[in-house]
């Protein structure tokens, strides 16, 4: 299975979908890193795997869907099959979502529907509430608003500061999401090896 993993940041969930392929737990390739901040430190890690990076940023060019046509060409020429995101800090737009219907997936630091957007674990932290964890879900046009594939709790302890539970809460991820994604893509494997034999069978008896 093709993918693209889309990243801004230090890129730890990125790193740890690394760890897994090398295991090989996880049946993809790797065809590309986008990122669309030339500093991130996640670009280091890709290139340090020989796998190709590009980066470039949305203010370069005149509206979002020109930006996104350019990442379409990219994703068309690498013949991806899914976009990964991890840590991608961008609302993703109609174009991209036209062409990867249900085949692009996020991963959030909070239980949704609560705590949505960039702060979700300080939110969290802040409102007091006994418990937070982590969403992976499909990309939809909303922030943060796709449909649930699956969550983890994670208590929150009296002890608890921001920085223990962030640290907690990245673990956490960097656990649940090759996980998911190992489960999601061998069914996806599956189902296009099943879907190739069909039609190879309709095609014998045209």
Known sequence: MKIAVFASGNGSNFQ????VIKEKKLPISIEFLFCDQPQAFVIKRA???????YCFSQKSFTTKEEYEMELLKLLKKHQVEWIILAGYMRLIGTTLL??????IINIHPSLLPNFKGMHAI?????????QTGITIHYVDQGMDTGTIIAQEIMPISK???LESLEKKIHQLEHQLYPKVLADIFTKAERKKTKDAKKASVNKCFE
């Open 16 to 19: 740890a979908i690394l760890d």
């Open 47 to 53: 290139l340090k795997q020989s796998i190709l990076a």
């Open 98 to 103: 036209k062409y990867y219907p249900e085949r």
């Open 122 to 130: 300080e939110e969290a932290y802040q409102a007091g509430v006994a």
């Open 159 to 161: 002890e608890d500061t």
